[in-house]
């Protein structure tokens, strides 16, 4: 039974999820939609079930993920309602995607995509390891050769072409290429001979190779998001690294060379493939606004139409109860902040809904502060 802050939240997703549907519709319906299909690579910020099928560690398939997702359904999504990615899909017109892992994932299913996100994965094959399984970037991209196949059983050569140059991919990687693995020394040796200049350039090398895979087997459209302030999770704000509970400056330091980089990626990528669309979304900006003034996200909110009754009041500890410092996920089956509209983050690492929100909102319709050179609406109507 939901609460009443639960229901009143859920009342609040519901009206903002009619009001960007017909923010969004322009008349389109499915088949004649502009995208007509979304496919998601990544980790567990945009995880919606992979990790389930896997032996990992990393799962966040219990009480109280999914608190408010659907009434209340922990699906494996590492947050309290939708991800980016289901935000996006909505903004779009695209219904919730299935988990490529999950055995009913068939047939006409993978029609409006597929998400291949998989938990404490990175673009290093080794990334995340000592979590068990996980679809590692490499690893995504076979899954997603697997979908191609599928997907000619239901059209021709020239409809599938057609189909993959109009829908949008769209890759969440780097942080845990950090977090679990270059800021883990003692696990991972092999990363440590790198400064961090030298390894924000090979995750980029690698990250490249793999996103001109994914265009050479058809995909036009793609839409990389940056890392967002790692340092300023309540996971690295516990780390003893941490002066007094603030942000760890040197890993968010090193962030912003891979987030440059990225950035110079997508300027290279769109020049020298003039038939294909990079966009970067700057995530470690509009994380790093919110968590500067996080009060003053009331008018924001209310721009973007998600309605919330007060700003942001807890920006250094997350939502749901964790065990102890150096854990992420929340303890299964205990009951999680009641409001969780006023925080930013909803375990130890991962961003509760309302705050990934605004990011899916500046993503879609932002500046080319938040989406670069041009936002996802604009790449939708190309
Ligand atoms: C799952 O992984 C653990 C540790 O990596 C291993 O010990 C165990 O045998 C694996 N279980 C299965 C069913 O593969
Ligand atoms: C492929 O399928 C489309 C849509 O069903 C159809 O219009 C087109 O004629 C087909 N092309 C070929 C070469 O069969
Ligand atoms: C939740 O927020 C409301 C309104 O901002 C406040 O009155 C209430 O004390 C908060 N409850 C908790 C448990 O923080």
Not at 97 to 116: H, K
Not at 262 to 290: E, M, Q, W
Not at 344 to 373: E, L, M, Q
Request: aromatic share 12%.
């Amino acid at each position: 039974m939901a609460t009443i802050s639960n229901q009143k939240l859920w009342l609040i997703t519901t009206s903002t999820m009619i009001l960007l549907i017909l923010q969004s519709s322009n008349g389109a319906t499915v088949g004649s939609r502009r995208v007509p299909a979304m496919f998601v690579f990544g980790d567990s910020l945009v995880d919606v079930g992979n990790d389930n099928f896997l032996n990992s560690s990393a799962k966040a398939n219990y009480y109280p993920y999914g608190c408010d997702f659907q009434g209340g359904r922990p699906t494996g999504r590492f947050t309290n309602g939708e991800t980016l990615v289901d935000m996006l899909g909505r903004l779009l017109g695209i219904p919730y995607l299935p988990a490529f892992a999950d055995p009913s994932t068939i047939r006409a299913r993978v029609l409006n995509g597929v998400n291949y996100a998989s938990a404490a994965a990175g673009i290093l094959d080794e990334t995340g390891q000592h979590y068990g399984e996980r679809y590692s970037l490499s690893k995504q991209v076979l899954n997603f050769e697997n979908t191609i196949l599928r997907l000619r059983l239901l059209m021709n050569g020239t409809s599938l072409d057609k189909y993959l140059a109009k829908s949008i991919a769209i890759l969440v990687f780097g942080s845990n290429d950090y977090i679990n693995n270059y800021l883990m020394p003692s696990l991972y040796h092999s990363t440590q001979k790198y400064n961090p200049p030298d390894f924000a350039n090979f995750l980029l090398n690698r990250y490249t190779y793999q996103i001109l895979a994914l265009r050479s087997l058809g995909l036009r459209k793609f839409v990389l998001a940056g890392v967002g302030p790692l340092g300023c999770t309540p996971y690295q704000r516990a780390s003893c690294q941490a002066p007094a509970g603030r942000c760890v400056d040197n890993v968010n330091k090193m962030l912003g060379t891979f987030n440059d980089g990225l950035k110079s990626l997508v300027n290279r990528l769109n020049s020298n493939h003039p038939d294909a669309t990079f966009v970067y979304c700057n995530t470690y900006g509009v994380f790093g606004d919110i968590l500067k003034k996080p009060a003053t996200y009331v008018e924001h909110l209310k721009d973007c139409t998600y309605v919330i009754s007060a700003g942001f009041s807890v920006v250094d500890r997350g939502c749901c109860r964790i065990q102890n410092q150096g854990q992420i996920t929340c303890l299964p089956f205990l009951a999680p902040c009641l409001n969780r509209s006023q925080y930013v983050f909803f375990d130890a690492y991962h961003p509760t809904a309302v705050a990934t929100a605004i990011v899916a909102w500046r993503v879609f319709s932002g500046s080319p502060s938040d989406a670069y050179p041009i936002n996802v609406q604009q790449m939708s109507l190309i």
